[in-house]
T-cell receptor
Framework: DTEVTQTPKHLVMGMTNKKSLKCEQH?????MYWYKQKAKKPPELMFV???????INESVPSRFSPECPNSSLLNLHLHALQPEDSALYLC?????????????FGPGTRLTVT | GENVEQHPSTLSVQEGDSAVIKCTYS??????FPWYKQELGKRPQLIID?????GEKKDQRIAVTLNKTAKHFSLHITETQPEDSAVYFC???????????????FGQGTILTVHP
């Protein structure tokens, strides 16, 4: 299995809602990532987990809360989002954090905040 | 931090022609350079990568060259096909020794259109 999966594919939420994005990989990768991508722009790194511990937080607002329940799963909890948070949210994984490990992306969740 | 510039931002070619996309990077410590292809509404897909100890790598119609001295790397696609149409992103990653993390810095992307 060489795939990263994400659910849901699409999500529409109001600014007062609480929702969660889910990501799963069964490649035995020990590093997992959340990226945000606006249309026709490159992915922007949000969070990095290594061995289920948060390693990097790229100064992301607290309305985004990541969680790594185990080595295969990564969640992103959303609360009180703004319309400008509408984007494609991509999960990725790699074998580890060391240099030159390939990152594999999931299909993304298309989020619309109304 | 690392800065990656990618050119051109759009590229239009006829089927069968070659396409070349160029990226420059600023951090001489960067040692891993992947290229991603992203079709409309799809995930970024790793198509080829190169490490700093190699000058060129080829995979069928796709090749990547790296000039460490000039700090630039290029993607070459030969015999282009309509299905090559997509957004292509280059990226550079700085060496992450020990417990430090080497962030993957992306270029701004190139929209490639291959006309039949």
């Amino acid at each position: 299995d060489t795939e990263v999966t994400q659910t849901p594919k699409h999500l529409v939420m109001g600014m007062t809602n609480k929702k969660s994005l889910k990501c799963e990989q069964h490649m035995g990768h020990r590093a997992m990532y959340w990226y945000k991508q606006k249309a026709k722009k490159p992915p922007e790194l949000m969070f990095v987990y290594s061995y289920e511990k948060l390693s990097i937080n790229e100064s992301v607002p607290s309305r985004f809360s990541p969680e790594c329940p185990n080595s295969s799963l990564l969640n992103l909890h959303l609360h009180a989002l703004q319309p400008e948070d509408s984007a494609l949210y991509l999960c990725a994984s790699s074998q580890g954090l060391a240099d030159a490990y390939e990152q594999y992306f999931g299909p993304g969740t298309r989020l619309t905040v109304t | 931090g690392e800065n990656v510039e990618q050119h051109p931002s759009t590229l239009s070619v006829q089927e069968g022609d070659s396409a070349v996309i160029k990226c420059t990077y600023s951090d001489s410590a960067s040692n891993y350079f992947p290229w991603y292809k992203q079709e409309l509404g799809k995930r970024p897909q790793l198509i080829i990568d190169i490490r700093s100890n190699v000058g060129e790598k080829k995979d069928q119609r796709i090749a990547v060259t790296l000039n460490k001295t000039a700090k630039h790397f290029s993607l070459h696609i030969t015999e282009t096909q309509p299905e090559d149409s997509a957004v292509y992103f280059c990226a550079a990653r700085t060496h992450a020794g020990g417990t430090s993390y080497g962030k993957l810095t992306f270029g701004q992307g190139t929209i490639l259109t291959v006309h039949p």
